[in-house]
């Protein structure tokens, strides 16, 4: 998790690489969270990659 990352890059950057291979990973995105218009930080949101008849980890899990 990014609990010792303040810029909360280093698993944005992991996925992102990882998909840029080719390899099952996440997707993921930054949001800005606000609250009654009060500014309350950055959340990372993340799901899972769709899985397609020519991706490789289709293959494999049916």
Not at 39 to 45: A, E, L, M, P, S
Request: net charge positive.
């Amino acid at each position: 998790m990014n609990f010792e990352d303040p810029t909360l890059m280093r698993e944005k950057l992991t996925y992102d690489i990882c998909n840029e291979m080719g390899l099952f990973s996440l997707r993921t995105a930054f949001t800005k969270v606000y609250i009654n218009n009060v500014y309350w930080g950055v959340n990372r949101q993340s799901r899972p990659t769709r899985l397609t008849n020519e991706s490789r980890l289709y293959h494999y899990r049916r």
